[in-house]
């Protein structure tokens, strides 16, 4: 669909792509005002949010992004959001800012670390990672998560 669009296809691809837009946007609106309205835990050196499977797994990492220095929550402390891939598996993102990076802040390293802990693997960049863990493992990650960042800090 974008090639036929970048072909000039004007019509029916079009279309699609400015509902999936549409879509996307709207799926990121409501995950950001479902963060502002559930709050997020504050834990040590990281804040969490869990989104079960009311945001896609695929974009709840977006959200953790846009959410970072909203009311409520911490700019200061780097954010991980758990969704639900399905019953046996949990997705985890967590999303960093700049001046946490720089002051030793390494989400690759924590969600590559505490995921392996709890039987999972992740990894990423610094300022954004990832991880894949068994669903009702999300407890003993955050702390693995927090006692890793708290390292990184001091």
Excluded: Y
């Amino acid at each position: 669909m974008g090639l036929a669009v970048c072909l000039g296809e004007r019509d029916a691809p079009l279309e699609r792509a400015r509902t999936l837009l549409s879509n996307h946007r709207r799926n990121l609106s409501e995950g950001l005002t479902l963060v502002k309205e559930r709050g997020v835990t504050q834990a040590g050196t990281v804040q969490w949010f869990d989104a079960g499977d009311a945001i896609r797994e695929t974009i709840v990492g977006i959200v953790a992004g846009m959410a970072l220095g909203t009311d409520g929550v911490d700019s200061d402390k780097p954010i991980i959001a758990f969704a639900s891939t399905d019953e046996d598996e949990t997705k985890v993102s967590s999303r960093a800012t700049g001046p946490l990076v720089g002051r030793g802040v390494d989400l690759s390293v924590v969600m590559r670390d505490a995921a392996q802990s709890v039987g999972g693997d992740g990894g990423g960049h610094d300022i954004a990672a990832g991880a894949t863990i068994p669903a009702g493992e999300e407890s003993a990650f955050i702390e693995a998560a927090d006692e890793i960042i708290s390292d990184q800090l001091s």
